[in-house]
């Protein structure tokens, strides 16, 4: 039996056309196929039940990776590490440490405050990031980064359960060192409302999305100390046109391209749109 476990489905809308490609391709596989969705929302898991109605019986849901048996197939997810729990850390030069910034409230407002007593990144944040002394010396005062414990942890859990197969997440993200140069100044952290770029993080709460990008230094660090080979980790741009050149060389399926389809291509790998600023990890374990 093969498996496919997908992450953060919002509304279900890619598992859908991963099982409808599959139904009209790969009969024999989607015969064999068992569909798992980890999702803790119960809305959301409402909206995608809507969505894969004609699925009933191949679609099943977990609230957690952690209630998934061992799996022989892929775990994917598309934008879900951004969007995990995250710590705040600024430089201070004087004192040559790292400072965590939370959110508290003052006059009814939230707003940003020193959190006390904190370690600092070197007791959250994997070394490769942030141990060149002399990358150090020239950092500004207030130098801002993120890190995310939540997604290193969510990535390890995914690994353990992963028996056979791949591991696969698309998001946006930076390695290490990416994260330490000057335009970066103020982090990664950004509020997105209606597809538009907040300045205020904290204003609005609710209405508006927060987001980071995924160190995925510390990711693959992740995968790897629980097993797992790092395949590959390439812009969407190169996966998703590695993918289209076989499906024009017709060593895949995919049905024909519709003016509609080349235009979301497009979208999807130009530079200046999605192509560059998402990036994909693959790993793997075999028996």
Known sequence: MAKLVEAGAHDGRLAKDILSWVRKYRVQLFELLEYTIIEPSERRRGWQERMLGQFSGKVQWVEDVSQIERVRGVIFSN?????????????????????????????????????????GPEGNLNKPLLVEKDVLEVLPDGFTIESSSSAENWWSDAARVLERGKLVTVDYGLEG????????????????RDHHVSEDLLADPGD????AHVN??????????????????????????????????????????????????????????LGRAFRVLIQSRED
């Not at 000057?182 to 509020?191: D, I, K, N, Q």
Request: with cysteine; aromatic share 12%.
């Open 216 to 273: 995925f230094t510390t990711i693959k660090l992740a995968g790897e100390r629980n097993g797992m080979k790092t395949d590959k980790f390439l812009t969407q741009e190169q996966f998703l046109t590695g993918i289209a050149s076989r499906a024009w060389s017709g060593q895949a399926s995919f049905g024909e391209w519709t003016a509609e389809r080349r235009g979301q291509f497009q979208t999807l790998t130009h530079p200046e749109h």
């Open 208 to 211: 508006q999305d927060l987001t």
């Open 177 to 192: 060192a990416e994260f330490l140069l000057p335009e970066r100044m103020c982090g990664t952290l950004r509020a997105y």
């Open 79 to 119: 934008e879900l590490l951004d969007a995990m729990p995250l710590q705040r850390f600024r430089w201070d030069r004087k004192n040559e440490m790292w400072l965590e910034w939370g959110v508290g409230t003052e006059n009814g407002k939230f707003v940003w405050k020193r959190v006390p007593e904190t370690e």
